[in-house]
């Protein structure tokens, strides 16, 4: 996964897969999810991020047994 955010706009993108995108579904006012030809996710767009998801502070968590 890949995480961008675009100071100048504030705009956060989190990129799931490298897919082709198919469809783009509007989640609410500032957030929309990008989607495969499956339905799965590719990206998701979150706007006003500062505000809406705390942009650019970002903490990973670690991931149990079997994870990437």
Known sequence: ??????????????EFSEAPVRETR??????????????NPVSMTIEHAT???RFPVVTLEGFGAGGP
Do not use: C, Q
């Not at 509007?26 to 339905?39: F, H, K, P, T």
């Open 1 to 14: 996964m890949k995480v961008k955010y675009f100071k100048d706009t504030d705009t956060a993108l989190l």
């Open 26 to 39: 509007e989640i609410s006012e500032n957030v929309y999810v990008d989607l495969d030809e499956r339905g």
């Open 51 to 53: 505000t809406l998801a």
